[in-house]
C-alpha cells in the first residue's frame, strides 16, 4: 500500500474548520473533543499515518488553536478565514497540496473515527483500479435520517447526492447515505471546484455540488459501498453520545 500511494501521489485533506453550533463549544473545536478517551482528529490522523499517506493538509478555522495544538508536526495547516463550506475549505486546502501529490483524500475530522484501515484501504484501491475522477464511500443504514441520499440511474451509477430537506418521499426510503469521504483526482478538483454554486439557503459552497457537476460533465465516478458499518456523525452532544456507544461495539 505505501508503494501504491507514493508513486500514485496520494494525499488527504482533513476537514476540520466548522463551527459546530449545536455542540455549543465555545473555545474548542469538535474534532478535538474526545470520543473514547483520544480527540476525534487524532483518531482519524492515525488512520490515515496506518495507510501510509505522508501528506495531510488539515483545515482549521474555528477554535483552531485546540486543533493545531493536538497535532504538533507531520501535517499542513491551511486556515478556512471565512467557512463558506466544504466545497470552499478543500479549494483552501489546494492552495497548500504540493504538487507532486495527484490524488486527495478527503474525509472530516469527527466521524471518521469511525473507519477502519480496511475499509479506506479498499476506497483507495477501487479508485485507482477504476481510474475514476471521484470515488466516493457510501454506507447503507436502516435508519438514515438526516442524511444525504445516494441517487442512482437505472444502471447503477451515482448521478446526485440530496439532503434529506430535499428529498422526495421516494427519495426518502433510499437507504444509502453519503458519510462524506471521498477520493478525487486533483486535476477534477481544480477544474470543478470554481464551478460550485452557493447554496441559496446558507451562501456556502458544499462538496456535495460536485457529484453533480460530475454527472452532467461525464466524469467518471465510481463508489465503494458498505452494507454494515457502524457509523455515527457527531454534530450534537447527544450524537457525541452515541458515537460513545457505537465505539465501544466496535475494535478499530
Known amino acids: 500500500m505505501k508503494k501504491i500511494i507514493k508513486e500514485k501521489g496520494l494525499g ?7 463551527k459546530g453550533k449545536r455542540m455549543n463549544s465555545k473555545k474548542i473545536n469538535k474534532v478535538a473533543l474526545n470520543l473514547a478517551n483520544k480527540p476525534m482528529i487524532l483518531r482519524t490522523l492515525q488512520l490515515l499515518q496506518a495507510l501510509y499517506i505522508e501528506t495531510i493538509i488539515v483545515v482549521v478555522g474555528f477554535a483552531k488553536d485546540s486543533v493545531i495544538k493536538l497535532l504538533d508536526g507531520g501535517v499542513i495547516f491551511a486556515h478556512q478565514k471565512k467557512r463558506l463550506g466544504t466545497a470552499h475549505a478543500v479549494s483552501v486546502a489546494l492552495k497548500k497540496l504540493p504538487k507532486n ?3 486527495v483524500l478527503v474525509l472530516n475530522g469527527d466521524d471518521s473515527a469511525f473507519y477502519n484501515k480496511q475499509t479506506i484501504k479498499k476506497l483507495i484501491e ?4 477504476s481510474n475514476s475522477d471521484l470515488t466516493l464511500l457510501t454506507i447503507e443504514k436502516e435508519d438514515p435520517s438526516g442524511l444525504g441520499r445516494i441517487v442512482r440511474n437505472k444502471t447503477g451509477k451515482i448521478v446526485s447526492i440530496i439532503e434529506e430537506k430535499d428529498a422526495s418521499l421516494k427519495e426518502k426510503k433510499i437507504k ?21 454554486g452557493k447554496s441559496p439557503a446558507t451562501g456556502e459552497y458544499y462538496l456535495t455540488s460536485l457529484i453533480d457537476l460530475g454527472a452532467i460533465n461525464n466524469a467518471k465516478i ?3 459501498r458498505i452494507n454494515k458499518l457502524l457509523w455515527r456523525g457527531v454534530n450534537t452532544r447527544d450524537e457525541l453520545k452515541e458515537a460513545e456507544r457505537l465505539f465501544a461495539r466496535i475494535k478499530i
Open 176 to 196: 444509502e447515505i453519503n458519510p462524506a469521504c471521498y477520493c478525487f483526482k486533483v486535476s477534477f478538483l481544480r477544474k470543478f471546484l470554481k464551478k460550485v
Open 222 to 224: 465510481e463508489s465503494h
Open 126 to 129: 477501487w479508485h485507482f483500479e
Open 12 to 18: 488527504a485533506i482533513i476537514l476540520a474548520a466548522g
Open 101 to 103: 501529490i495527484e490524488h
